[in-house]
């Protein structure tokens, strides 16, 4: 079992930055990968990015040259930092953990995130 908080979402104006945190605790030793996904008002819930365990990183099209997803292992805490933020990226941040075997092993709770044009 891996639990997971997400913290950091907010309000911003376009073309603003805001910094999603994802707290993780638990059988570390199980995750293979950490995962960003949103889900907008409406629709589907959509992967925004995600991050191996040696580091490997991958983007939506979407969000690529604008979002950065790393990790501090230290402190057990993946991070989504979202630069010139567009109205169209307002959704429900949530960060999930997925196993070597693919399968998920928790999702957080979520972190709500609001782009104003």
């Known amino acids: 079992q891996v639990q997971l908080v997400e913290s950091g979402g907010g309000l911003v104006q376009a073309g603003g930055s805001l910094r999603l945190s994802c707290a993780v605790s638990?059988?570390?030793?199980?995750?293979?990968?950490m995962e960003w996904y949103r889900q907008a008002p409406g629709k589907q819930r959509d992967k925004v990015a995600d991050i191996s365990t040696s580091g490997t990183t991958n983007y939506a099209d979407s969000v690529k040259g604008r979002f950065g997803i790393s990790r501090d292992n230290g402190k057990n805490t993946v991070y989504l930092q979202m630069n010139s933020l567009k109205p169209e990226d307002t959704a429900v941040y949530y960060c999930a953990a997925r196993g070597f075997d693919r399968g998920f092993l928790g999702w957080g709770p979520g972190t709500r995130v609001t782009v104003s044009s």
């Open positions: 638990g059988s570390m030793f199980s995750i293979a990968a």
